[in-house]
């Protein structure tokens, strides 16, 4: 089956330091992984998508994500924080045609 | 603008009483997806639907049920809320297929049951 596991419940940073969320996923063949960003009584919004194209993603608002098969890992990076990144961000793998698996999400926290 | 809407986003109410949540979309996709989320938690798939008059319930189990008459709706309805029902429910929409295209979610309706 495949599935997520979003390695930090909680990631606190100052602004203008790097972000760093860390994601494994477990899948039986190549997969699609996606990182999603929920603001504050928000719908989620794709930040990027990984679909078997260029190792590293680019995404919005300056996020990037690399995929790593050998380690099993796409973990979303940001090189300078900002205050209106502070949010929930879930790693997300397709399990079939149609349905997302979530991970269990990361607070990220921006210090003044 | 094509987008995916849902209503109420805040409701409050009391035990026993029938509930609908709405759930409309502009893009065109034929593939909508109900979502439950407990604060601070992951979302949790609870229905699905790959057309008009498809519906398949989702991975965790949920004593809502959903309908799907129309291409852009897709309403779900609690016949008799309950505290345990105090959510979040979140609706998103996806087109093509493989997987590849990603899903577009609304602002979600918060449900308070008291």
């Known amino acids: 089956a495949q599935s997520v596991t979003q390695l930090d419940s909680h990631v606190s940073v100052s602004e203008g330091t790097p972000v760093l969320l860390r994601c494994n996923y477990s899948?039986?063949?190549?997969?699609?992984l996606f990182w999603y960003v929920q603001h504050p009584n928000k719908g989620l919004q794709l930040l990027l998508k990984?679909?078997?194209?260029?190792?590293l993603v680019k995404g919005i608002n300056g996020f990037e994500a690399e995929f790593k098969k050998s380690e099993t890992s796409f973990h979303l990076t940001k090189p300078s924080a900002h205050m209106s990144d502070a949010a929930e961000y879930f790693c997300?793998?397709?399990?079939?045609?149609?349905?997302?698996?979530f991970g269990a999400g990361t607070t990220v926290t921006v210090r003044a | 603008e094509a987008d995916i809407y849902q209503t109420p986003r805040y409701l409050v109410i009391g035990t026993g009483k029938k509930i609908t949540l709405e759930c409309s979309q502009t893009?065109?996709?034929?593939?909508m997806y109900w979502y439950q989320q407990d604060p601070g938690m992951e979302l949790h798939l609870i229905h699905y639907?790959?057309?008009?008059?498809?519906?398949e319930k989702g991975d965790l189990s949920s004593e809502s049920t959903v309908s799907r008459i129309r291409t852009e709706h897709f309403p779900l309805t609690l016949e008799s809320a309950r505290p345990s029902h105090t959510s979040q429910y979140l609706c998103a929409s996806s087109a093509g297929t493989g997987g590849r295209y990603e899903q577009f979610f609304g602002p979600g309706t918060r449900l308070t049951v008291l």
């Open positions: 990984y679909t078997s194209a260029a190792t």
């Open positions: 639907s790959y057309g008009v008059n498809s519906t």
């Open positions: 997300v793998v397709r399990t079939t045609d149609y349905k997302l698996s």
């Open positions: 899948s039986s063949y190549s997969p699609s």
């Open positions: 893009m065109g996709h034929d593939k």
